[in-house]
């Protein structure tokens, strides 16, 4: 009977370090795999450009009710800019 027990023991005592085991190799994987995007260089890019182009289609689609107001806008300041410009001018050439 006692030798059963033994068994017992040695059998519950090598599942709990197979199933340790396991856990560790497990982890070790996710660490390599962590691992090997942290230094997947082509990958990181490819998915910064794929984040920078939803952002801009989603910047483009919020600003295109306002396309022309913005383009009203723009022309406007570059109008004005123009303007100061050739007024500095042409305070210089009098002096």
């Given amino acids: 009977m006692s030798d059963d027990k033994l068994d017992d023991d040695a059998d519950d005592e090598v599942a709990q370090v197979s199933a340790e085991i396991e856990r560790t190799r497990a982890e070790l994987a996710d660490t390599?795999?962590?691992l090997g995007d942290k230094f997947?260089?082509?990958a990181q890019v490819s998915r910064r450009?794929?984040?920078l182009s939803d952002s801009a289609a989603d910047v483009a689609r919020?600003?295109?009710?306002y396309r022309r107001p913005l383009l009203?806008?723009?022309a406007t300041i570059v109008i004005v800019l123009l303007l100061r410009r050739?007024?500095?001018?042409?305070?210089g050439e009098r002096s």
């Fill in 40 to 42: 997947d260089v082509k």
């Fill in 62 to 65: 919020a600003a295109s009710p």
């Fill in 72 to 74: 009203i806008g723009g």
């Fill in 32 to 34: 390599v795999n962590q």
């Fill in 86 to 91: 050739r007024r500095v001018a042409k305070r």
């Fill in 49 to 51: 450009l794929e984040h």
